[in-house]
Nanobody, 122 residues
């Protein structure tokens, strides 16, 4: 079973920044990795996606300019940098990955992490 582990969530004040990390028993430079979030009472939504095989990067329109995805192949870790956070960004953030299938953007990932809570206070 492929393991996916997110970290870096926490409590931050509005206007602040956070960097989430995603690592596990997959290969960052060869798998497609997506970031999603789910706020209380809302459906899960895509945040970002990265595929180093074809250099694809995708961001949700609602978050463009405030988020940045990157990878460190040596550390086998993908990062999601989020800036200018506001209370509407409060959600559980998930990392997901697949070794095959379509490139970014996509929702059909095979392996998901447990999520990391991000809470933005006003």
């Amino acid at each position: 079973e492929v393991q996916v582990v997110e970290s870096g969530g926490g409590l931050v004040q509005a206007g602040g920044s956070l960097r989430l990390s995603c690592t596990g028993s997959f290969t960052v430079d060869d798998w497609v990795i997506g970031w999603f979030r789910q706020a209380p009472g809302k459906e899960r939504e895509g945040v970002s996606c990265i595929n180093n095989r074809d250099s694809s990067i995708w961001y949700a329109d609602s978050l463009k300019g405030r988020v940045s995805v990157s990878s460190d192949n040596a550390k086998n870790t993908v990062y999601l940098e989020m800036n200018s956070l506001n209370p509407d960004d409060t959600a559980v953030y998930y990392c997901a990955t697949s070794a095959w299938g379509r490139t970014c953007p996509r929702n059909d990932f095979n392996y998901w992490g447990q999520g990391t809570q991000v809470t933005v206070s006003s």
